[in-house]
């Protein structure tokens, strides 16, 4: 499974912007496909994610009523619609998908595919 980000930029506080993750290659069961982001000097942590059967959302504190993950199922692609950003949102932001059950969703090791980063820059 092949996963790519896009969609980053720069925006101010306040406003809006959608990253993309298209899935490709080999048909594997995905649980659960999930978005975290990185700042420099800081660990990777979870931000939202969505899981495929039955389907449901989870967001982290930190942005929960901000941003909405969606799925296009005709495009098998991912996005993370990001309003109302803050300074504190810029990061690199991350794809990645679970193949295997159980899991833990909230934990990048129980990720098994990962996209590369989109950059999601907020200035003040």
Partial sequence: VQLQASGGGLAQAGGSLRVSCAASGRTLRRYFTGWFRQAPGTEREFVAGFRWSPSDTYYSDSVKG???????????????????LKAEDTA???????????????????????GQGTQVTVSS
């Fill in 92 to 114: 690199a932001y991350y794809c990645a998908t679970i193949t295997h059950s159980p899991y833990s969703y909230s934990s990048r090791d129980d990720y098994d595919y990962w």
């Fill in 66 to 84: 901000r941003f909405t993950i969606s799925r296009d199922k005709s495009r098998n692609t991912h996005y993370l619609q990001m309003n109302n």
